[in-house]
T-cell receptor, first 116, second 112 residues
Framework: DTAVSQTPKYLVTQMGNDKSIKCEQNLGHDTMYWYKQDSKKFLKIMFSYNNKELIINETVPNRFSPKSPDKAHLNLHINSLELGDSAVYFC???????????????FGDGTRLSIL | EDQVTQSPEALRLQEGESSSLNCSYTVSGLRGLFWYRQDPGKGPEFLFTLYSAGEEKEKERLKATLTKKESFLHITAPKPEDSATYLCAVQARSGNTGKLIFGQGTTLQVKP
């Protein structure tokens, strides 16, 4: 069973379109994340949700809107796509609110977004 | 500002040639330092967590160590299957959000 799964794996679309990426985790974790990895493989946090509540919102254009229908799902919707949005987007999950423990984040295999 | 810098950016080794990857960090109180391995087309795969200076962890040919300013990932007698990008990340003590700050990674190539 895949622990953190993202769909789609590849997304090719034109500038100005709106698209969504879905993420699901079956690890029972309480926190989910979205990261963006640029062409130099630098991973940067975008958003994080804990039990459907937004807890991290980095400096990201408001064209990006995360939505968490329940603690096992975190989706990312992107409006008016721009060329600079081309990147690989990773979803991750972890169990944060456990005392005396630092649970590692588990990552999905990414969604490669290409803007034409 | 919390920051992570990894060096070298790329490393080529012959099979069996041991070496070390460096991760220098500045963070306002370290909650944990994480090492991940990333293969092409895949997400980062967790390797180790280190919590305090002096701590060491081992897994097969990999050994991670931690000081107050940096962490090393030592690779002993590497094999071609160790080829991957190795990512280091820190988690700050402040704000219990689980937020990770990543370095830019070291891409390791091991030639047979």
């Amino acid at each position: 069973d895949t622990a953190v799964s993202q769909t789609p794996k590849y997304l090719v679309t034109q500038m100005g379109n709106d698209k969504s990426i879905k993420c699901e985790q079956n690890l029972g974790h309480d926190t989910m994340y979205w990261y963006k990895q640029d062409s130099k493989k630098f991973l940067k946090i975008m958003f994080s949700y804990n039990n459907k509540e937004l807890i991290i919102n980095e400096t990201v254009p408001n064209r990006f809107s995360p939505k968490s229908p329940d603690k096992a799902h975190l989706n990312l919707h992107i409006n008016s796509l721009e060329l600079g949005d081309s990147a690989v987007y990773f979803c991750a999950s972890s169990q944060v609110f456990i005392s005396r423990s630092n649970q590692p984040q588990h990552f999905g295999d990414g969604t490669r977004l290409s803007i034409l | 500002e919390d920051q992570v810098t990894q060096s070298p950016e790329a490393l080529r080794l012959q099979e069996g040639e041991s070496s070390s990857l460096n991760c220098s960090y500045t963070v306002s109180g370290l909650r944990g330092l994480f090492w991940y391995r990333q293969d092409p087309g895949k997400g980062p795969e967790f390797l180790f967590t280190l919590y305090s200076a002096g701590e060491e962890k081992e897994k097969e040919r990999l050994k991670a160590t931690l000081t107050k300013k940096e962490s090393f990932l030592h690779i002993t007698a590497p094999k071609p299957e160790d080829s991957a990008t190795y990512l280091c990340a820190v988690q700050a003590r402040s704000g219990n959000t689980g937020k990770l700050i990543f370095g830019q990674g070291t891409t390791l190539q091991v030639k047979p």
